[in-house]
C-alpha cells in the first residue's frame, strides 16, 4: 500500500497466542494511523474489536470483520463506509481544532439548513487543508508554505483558505516572529480541491521517479500566477504558434 502518510514502516497486527486477542500497533512518526477515528502515537499499541474501523494513511479505510471474536455477524450495511472517514478526520484536525470554538459560535446564529450547509463546506475545507499541509510538508518543504480555514465576518459566512508563508513554522508562537508571515493567497474550498489534485499528482510523480520533479511556474500548484505573468505565457505561446505556422507554410512550398 502506498499513500500520504503511509511509511515503509507504518503499522504491526499481532494476536495474542493465549487470548487470541488482536491488537494494532503504529510503528514510525511519519505513519498515520488511527481506529475509528482517534489517531495512535508512535509506537502506541490498541486492542482491536469486531467491526473496529482502521485508518492507514490518508488512502484507506478499512473495517475488521473477525467473527472468531464470538461477535453477531455483521448485515450487509454494517460494511459499508461511506460517510464515516470524514466525521473521522475530525477528531484529528489541526484546521478542525483551531476553528471548532469560533464555528460553534457562528452556526449558533444560522438557520439548522444555512448551519448544515456551512458545516459540511468547513468540513472538507479542513480535511483538504490538513491533505495539502502534509503534501507540502513533504514535497516542498523549502517554500515554507502553511494552508489555514478561516471563514468571513461577513453574514452569512463564507468559507475561505488562507495560504500563508511562515518561514518559522505554523506553530511560531514569539511576536518578533509574526512579522515575517505574510498572507500570500486567498483561495475558495473548490480552487483548494483543485490544486490539492494537482499536488497529489505531483507526490505520485515523485515517488515514481524518486527524483526531483521541475515544475513549471504555470503548473505549479502551490504558485498562483499573476494576471501579468500569464499574459506574458499567453503571448509567448501565440508567438511560437506564428513562428510554426509560417515554418509550415515555407515548407510546403514547392
Known amino acids: ?7 515503509d514502516f507504518l503499522c ?13 500497533t503504529r510503528l514510525s512518526i511519519g505513519a498515520r494511523v488511527a481506529v475509528n477515528g482517534r489517531m495512535l502515537e508512535p509506537h502506541q499499541t490498541r486492542e482491536l474489536q469486531n467491526n473496529d474501523k482502521i485508518f492507514l494513511g490518508r488512502t484507506y479505510v478499512l473495517k475488521l470483520v473477525w467473527p472468531a471474536s464470538g461477535a453477531a455477524p455483521l448485515n450487509q450495511s454494517d460494511l459499508v463506509l461511506q460517510g464515516e472517514e470524514e466525521d473521522a478526520h475530525l477528531d484529528n484536525s489541526p484546521s478542525w481544532t483551531s476553528l471548532e470554538v469560533y464555528v460553534g459560535q457562528v452556526v449558533r446564529q444560522m438557520s439548522a439548513a444555512a448551519a448544515t450547509s456551512l458545516l459540511k463546506e468547513i468540513k472538507l475545507a479542513c480535511r483538504y487543508t490538513d491533505e495539502a499541509n502534509e503534501l507540502t510538508a513533504e514535497c516542498k ?9 478561516d471563514l468571513t465576518s461577513t453574514f452569512p459566512p463564507c468559507v475561505a483558505i488562507r495560504v500563508i508563508f511562515c518561514p518559522q513554522g ?17 483561495w475558495s474550498t473548490g480552487q483548494l480541491y483543485e490544486r490539492l489534485e494537482r499536488m497529489r499528482d505531483y507526490w505520485r510523480e515523485t515517488q515514481q521517479s524518486r527524483e526531483r520533479v521541475e515544475l513549471q ?3 505549479d500548484p502551490w504558485y498562483e500566477a499573476a494576471p501579468d505573468e500569464i ?3 499567453l503571448r509567448q505561446w501565440e ?10 507554410k515555407t515548407a510546403q512550398q514547392p
Open 141 to 149: 518543504p523549502q517554500s515554507h508554505l502553511q494552508f489555514e480555514v
Open 1 to 7: 500500500l502506498k499513500g500520504i502518510g503511509m511509511p
Open 231 to 233: 499574459f506574458q505565457r
Open 170 to 186: 505554523k506553530d511560531c508562537q514569539h511576536e518578533d516572529d509574526w512579522e515575517t508571515i505574510e498572507n500570500k493567497y486567498l
Open 239 to 248: 508567438s511560437l504558434a506564428e513562428e510554426l505556422s509560417e515554418m509550415a
Open 12 to 24: 504491526r497486527l499481532d494476536q495474542n497466542l493465549d487470548t487470541h486477542a488482536l491488537s494494532i
Open 217 to 219: 511556474a504555470l503548473e
